[in-house]
């Protein structure tokens, strides 16, 4: 097998170097400075002359010094004019390979203005693109110092901690608990309900359990064991908010899902119509409507008759889009909901569904006007908190060591005590931190506690909108909460009576949501800068405060 490989390996070298004059002294560069390639394949099978895919792994010092997952890709793009396409192939391979690094793709271009040719299709990716003119790289004296000092140079001025897209693959750190507990609970057959805090997780969260469910159809005989099928509902246009729209967007989904788990949609059975992605833009709206309940059923009945028994799941994203919070007609999202319990009720382990949310809030009433909501007593919840005090130190120390800083336990102490790990408050501390550190300082710069003062005063400016969303989130979980967590935070040796004040069940969903800390913590809330934020920006009601 491994004979096979490396004749396949040295096969694709050869039609590169055909290709591609430059390529064999190029590829022979990255081998000198220690670099193995693994794999090597053209982003398109068929032309005269194409973009090509090399999958390396970085010198062990190189990974180290910047924590690179196991492979980086690099991209050789021989255009005169470098293509949108070239990105386009690079994101799909990043898609498909979960060994390659995230958050970095280098790009070897002949077009010496391929940077500024490609900003647009780049931007948009949420990762580092670092281009290469050929000239440079076949310049370079020692590559191995020359591509250390490219990474150091161009991850120091990258905005790394920043907070964009959620993460996935070798960049997706932790919750290990979290993505084992609801991954059973959904493969035997019980929806869950997600929920969290704004930029907790929830898509991150999402996202690695589809992943891990793709992963696991690639080993042994590639028998898959579910078919996930994400629908991110924030991506519904303006146009979509209805009905046909939902169903439309959700054809597409499953198009795509099918392709991440290698189903050719024409082998199941299903309708013609819905065989021909392109033809799903023309369907009528009634006919996408009727499309939908047939698609999935024969996707169903596939996977009834499969040896593995795959699980159908659909992942839907921000589901309270469809409950009443945009202009998404109530009655059509209790159609669809109506329609998806339906099929978990006669599918039972054959179909399942997941929502997320930033609370239950929709989910747990019992009745909407007349009609009957049907994910109440149905869907289990699932509240999500922050990262665990592990979790944030790997997440900042590996980003920290991409741009040559180190935190010191100093550092990481106080910025758990701000945040409580809250992922997107975290990231921010240390973006502005890392804001404040000049690229000469790098390299022999640890962040100490003081370093982490001076900025809290504008961290505690830059964050005013999120801490009024944490509050209204503490609102929609006990109106009697924000009081409680004032007087806990006003009279501290008092705060275990201040919160017992609270419902049980509320008292619970705000220590599961990771708000309020566990007893026995020495501060009764859990997120330090949101505690401080109550105490400049609320008042105590008169009642309350009478009663304190």
């Known amino acids: 097998m491994e004979n096979n490989k490396q004749e396949a390996l040295a096969e694709y070298e050869r039609r590169l170097f055909r290709e591609v004059p430059e390529a064999e002294s190029i590829v022979l560069k990255f081998k000198r400075a220690g670099h193995w390639l693994r794999r090597v394949e053209p982003a398109t099978e068929l032309g005269e002359q194409r973009t090509w895919l090399l999958f390396w792994t970085p010198n062990r ?7 690179l997952a196991p492979e980086l890709l ?20 990043l898609t498909r390979d979960y060994r390659l690094d995230k958050g970095i793709v280098l790009v070897v271009a002949r077009d010496g203005e391929a940077e500024r040719r490609l900003s647009q299709s780049v931007r948009h990716t949420g990762r580092l693109y670092i281009f290469l003119p050929f000239e440079q790289v076949l310049a370079a004296q020692d590559t191995r110092i020359w591509l250390r000092q490219i990474l150091r140079d161009r991850l120091g001025s990258a905005d790394l901690f920043a907070a964009g897209r959620p993460v996935f693959g070798w960049d997706f750190i932790g ?22 805090l704004r930029k907790a997780g929830k898509t991150s969260v999402l996202i690695a359990i589809r992943d891990q469910l793709v ?10 064991v579910a078919v996930p099928i994400h629908l991110d509902l924030l991506g519904l246009s303006f146009a979509e908010l209805k009905r046909s729209g939902f169903m439309r967007y959700l054809l597409r989904a499953m198009h795509e899902a099918l392709e991440r788990v290698g189903i050719e949609p024409a082998t199941l059975g299903l309708p013609p119509s819905f065989a021909d992605r392109r033809r799903l833009s023309e369907l009528a ?46 009655a059509d999202g209790l159609d669809i909901f109506d329609y998806l319990r339906g099929l978990v009720q006669r599918y039972p382990g054959v179909f ?62 106080a910025i758990w005590r701000e945040t409580g790990g809250h992922p997107y408050l975290a990231r921010e501390l240390g973006r502005l931190i890392d804001k404040g550190i000049s690229m000469e300082e790098r390299a022999a710069r640890n962040i100490d506690l003081a370093a982490v003062q001076t900025v809290l005063p504008l961290f505690h400016q830059e964050i005013a909108a999120t801490m009024t969303e944490i509050r209204d989130a503490v609102a929609d979980i006990d109106p009697n909460a924000t009081s409680a967590l004032l007087l806990a ?60």
């Open 489 to 548: 935070l006003q009279y501290p040796s008092d705060s275990a009576d201040a919160l017992a004040m609270l419902k049980p069940e509320s008292l619970h969903a705000l220590r599961r949501y990771g708000i309020v800390n566990e007893p026995g913590a020495p501060e009764p809330v859990r997120i330090g800068c949101f505690g401080e934020w109550l105490l400049r920006n609320e008042v105590l009601p008169l009642k309350a405060a009478a009663n304190a």
């Open 352 to 413: 399942n569904f997941l929502i997320t949310g930033l609370g239950g809030a929709k989910a747990s009433v019992s009745r909407y006007g007349t009609r009957q909501n049907p994910l109440f007593n149905f869907v289990i919840d699932y509240p999500l908190a922050g990262l665990t005090r592990e979790e944030m130190d790997v997440l900042l120390g590996r980003i920290g060591r991409r741009l040559s800083l180190g935190f010191l336990p100093e550092a990481l102490q």
């Open 175 to 196: 919750r290990e608990k979290e993505i084992q507990t609801i991954r059973r609970k959904l493969l035997d057959g019980r929806p869950v309900g997600l929920y969290g």
């Open 285 to 330: 709206e009634q006919d996408v409507e009727r499309l939908v309940p047939q698609a999935l059923e024969c996707l169903i009945d596939w996977a009834a008759g499969r040896p593995s028994s795959p699980t159908i799941l659909l992942f839907i994203d921000e589901y309270e889009r469809i409950l009443g919070t945009s202009q998404f007609p109530l």
């Open 61 to 67: 010092a190189l990974a180290e010094s910047f924590d």
């Open 74 to 93: 690099l991209v050789l793009t021989p255009w005169a004019e470098a293509q949108a396409r070239d990105v386009s192939a690079a994101e799909e391979a």
């Open 215 to 224: 992963a696991d159809a690639g080993r042994g005989a590639r028998q898959p």
